[in-house]
């Protein structure tokens, strides 16, 4: 069955970096565009990035570019989500999905950004 694994979150500090990990299985990998959403407590899932087979990005906010960076290993099944310079507005639960959202939500990873 399709299954997808988010990990790397976790307690970071303003200004930190995380390298956020998405693995897919029961997909055919390579026909999907992948994207990384978030949800922020209180708040509704929003996108965040997204990234075709062929590697063409898109990123939904103007506070995420320069700081977000979207990549993919075909090879792995595996989505990742580079981001530096965190903010405390950056804190949420990120989620990986197809680009539409087409399969089911994994548990998603915890990033918190606080000193």
């Known amino acids: 069955q399709v299954q997808l694994v988010e990990s790397g979150g976790g307690l970071v500090q303003p200004g930190g970096s995380l390298r956020l990990s998405c693995t897919a299985s029961g997909i055919t990998f390579t026909m999907y565009t992948m994207g990384w959403y978030r949800q922020a407590p209180g708040k509704q899932r929003e996108s965040v990035a997204t990234?075709?087979?062929?590697?063409?990005?898109?990123y939904f906010a103007d506070s995420m570019k320069g700081r977000f960076t979207i990549s993919r290993d075909n090879a792995k099944n595996t989505v990742y989500l580079q981001i530096n310079s965190l903010k405390p507005e950056d804190t949420a639960v990120y989620y990986c999905n197809t680009v539409p959202a087409s399969t089911p939500w994994g548990q998603g990873t915890q990033v918190t950004v606080s000193s």
């Open positions: 990234i075709t087979s062929g590697g063409m990005t898109i």
